[in-house]
């Protein structure tokens, strides 16, 4: 073997070992996700009026418009972008999607545990807003997330009850809700504050189906 050609062969060795040792030595490391709790998120709350202990009609009757995304509320003057995902407003959740929305949103309620939901079941088919009184997430004692007793006028979510929700922005989200009383207590009562939730959810960035 010539010098020349013993030091091609010597080159494309050493490239090829340094090649394998820089693949092995930086590999790439997927990091699990992970589910976000999110507490008092006020959904148009109202306080009692001294003259008849009543509580009146929502005080301004706007959505608290929440980005599962960046984990925080957005303003109500970016409702007609995709910003924003889920909405809520007293017992009612609204998603950016659908003929009265802007985004590509849409729900679907998983009956399940939101730990066992690890992708987006096969044959869902995502509901969107298509008016005031027909939405994607149904609102009614027994119908949506929550079961009304009118005994004690306590609202609790219904367990098993997981949202599937498609983001405004054409993602993917698994969100449980936990609390609609401030501060979360464990057995509300008469004197629990109302229109305060508390959910967790859990955000895949990636696009994908799945929820690991």
Known sequence: ????????VLAVCL????????KEDNPVVVQPLSAVTVTNIAADPTS???????????????FT?????????VANT???TNKWDVGFRGTTIIVNGGAI????????VYTGTFDELTS???SVTFSQDQSA???AITTGSGKGWYNYNQTTNIVSPIPGKVFVIRTGDGKYAKVEILSYYQNAPVTPDANSIARYYTFRYLYQPDGSQTFR
């Open 15 to 22: 490239g090829t070992t340094l090649l394998s040792c820089t």
């Open 65 to 73: 418009l929440y980005s599962l995304k960046d984990n925080k509320q």
């Open 101 to 108: 929305r802007s985004g590509q949103g849409g729900a679907y």
């Open 78 to 80: 970016d409702s007609a």
């Open 133 to 135: 009184t027909a939405l």
């Open 48 to 62: 009692m009026t001294s003259a008849t202990g009543q509580q009146p009609v929502a005080a301004t009757g706007k």
């Open 1 to 8: 073997m010539t010098n020349c050609m013993y030091k091609i």
């Open 120 to 122: 987006v079941p096969a």
